[in-house]
Nanobody, 120 residues
Framework: QVQLVESGGGLVQPGRSLRLSCAAS????????MGWYRQTPGKPRELVAV???????TYADSVKGRFTISRDNGLNMVYLQMNNLKPEDTARYYC??????????????WGQGTQVTISS
């Protein structure tokens, strides 16, 4: 089973930046598809960004041009660089891993999340 631990959240003013980190277990981390999602109370969890094992990235329209997802396969780490933060970015941010198991089955794993609050 993949273990995920997020860090780097906090309280910042609009226009500032934060860098979130996700530490993952696994000897085949480089094969995982990794993503960042966020959720606010009463709303569904939404995709923020995804990076595949081939370093293909996908972003939600709301964060394009402001957020960057990246990975370091040597350290089993995934990052989310968040620039020009807006109040609407306030949410709990979760790290997700998707792995391929026996017979091609897909498995999803989630971290516990880290809170990001943007307020003046």
């Amino acid at each position: 089973q993949v273990q995920l631990v997020e860090s780097g959240g906090g309280l910042v003013q609009p226009g500032r930046s934060l860098r979130l980190s996700c530490a993952a277990s696994g000897s085949i981390f480089s094969t995982y598809t990794m993503g960042w999602y966020r959720q606010t109370p009463g709303k569904p969890r939404e995709l923020v960004a995804v990076v595949t094992s081939g370093d293909t990235t996908t972003y939600a329209d709301s964060v394009k041009g402001r957020f960057t997802i990246s990975r370091d396969n040597g350290l089993n780490m995934v990052y989310l660089q968040m620039n020009n933060l807006k109040p609407e970015d306030t949410a709990r941010y979760y790290c997700k891993a998707v792995t391929v198991g026996a017979k091609g089955a897909l498995y999803e794993y989630w971290g516990q999340g880290t809170q990001v609050t943007i307020s003046s």
